[in-house]
T-cell receptor, first 115, second 115 residues
Framework: DGGITQSPKYLFRKEGQNVTLSCEQNLNHDAMYWYRQDPGQGLRLIYYSQIVNDFQKGDIAEGYSVSREKKESFPLTVTSAQKNPTAFYLC??????????????FGPGTRLTVL | AQSVSQHNHHVILSEAASLELGCNYSYGGTVNLFWYVQYPGQHLQLLLKYFSGDPLVKGIKGFEAEFIKSKFSFNLRKPSVQWSDTAEYFCAVNGPGGGADGLTFGKGTHLIIQP
């Protein structure tokens, strides 16, 4: 059963703590993405990775970090430097991007609440 | 930078009414266009996409969208909505990189269908 898994579904953390969100895909996709969804804001790109051991900042990368050591995994760390971390985080993947591609498949999301 | 504008943030319709959700994007070059839907409690999933060819594209569940290049628009339509269409709808675009650098999303339209 191919797809993208994110864990945990809900996460609570105290202010000032770093927290890591998991994203795993078994679709054999090269590219992976992290988005943040806030009410009334749509989805905004945090980081993306087109290939293992390489990643790029998206539109709102400040206060976040990622790694891409394996093709199937793209964890996101929300650091204490992120000023407003409470949000719904979505991971996505796509096959080798190109103008005939670009469709992204999304995971179920992780809702992070910082207390 | 690419931007996507969705005209209506909240839409309330009765069952069997016709639906049109507006979407405009800013980049004037070759783009791929998408509509995603997020049903309550479910993954974000692809409704339909446009890459090239016939500007009228058909998607799942009776939805269709028309790409009008001269207007930078990609409006979503459905002739007769059902209660089960209640969801959040997102228009998305990838740019000249073919989506390698992620999708740009609109802020979403929350659609409520009243029985």
């Amino acid at each position: 059963d191919g797809g993208i898994t994110q864990s945990p579904k809900y996460l609570f953390r105290k202010e000032g703590q770093n927290v890591t969100l998991s994203c795993e895909q078994n679709l054999n996709h090269d590219a992976m993405y992290w988005y943040r969804q806030d009410p009334g804001q749509g989805l905004r790109l945090i980081y993306y990775s087109q290939i293992v051991n390489d990643f790029q900042k998206g539109d709102i990368a400040e206060g976040y970090s990622v790694s891409r050591e394996k093709k199937e995994s793209f964890p996101l760390t929300v650091t204490s430097a992120q000023k407003n971390p409470t949000a719904f985080y979505l991971c996505a993947s796509s096959s080798t991007p190109g103008l005939l591609g670009g469709e992204q498949f999304f995971g179920p999301g992780t809702r992070l609440t910082v207390l | 930078a690419q931007s996507v504008s969705q005209h209506n943030h909240h839409v309330i319709l009765s069952e069997a009414a016709s639906l049109e959700l507006g979407c405009n994007y800013s980049y004037g070059g070759t783009v791929n266009l998408f509509w995603y839907v997020q049903y309550p409690g479910q993954h974000l999933q692809l409704l339909l996409k446009y890459f090239s060819g016939d500007p009228l594209v058909k998607g799942i569940k009776g939805f269709e969208a028309e790409f009008i290049k001269s207007k930078f628009s990609f409006n979503l339509r459905k002739p007769s909505v059902q209660w089960s269409d209640t969801a959040e709808y997102f228009c998305a675009v990838n740019g000249p990189g073919g989506g390698a650098d992620g999708l740009t999303f609109g802020k979403g339209t929350h659609l409520i269908i009243q029985p």
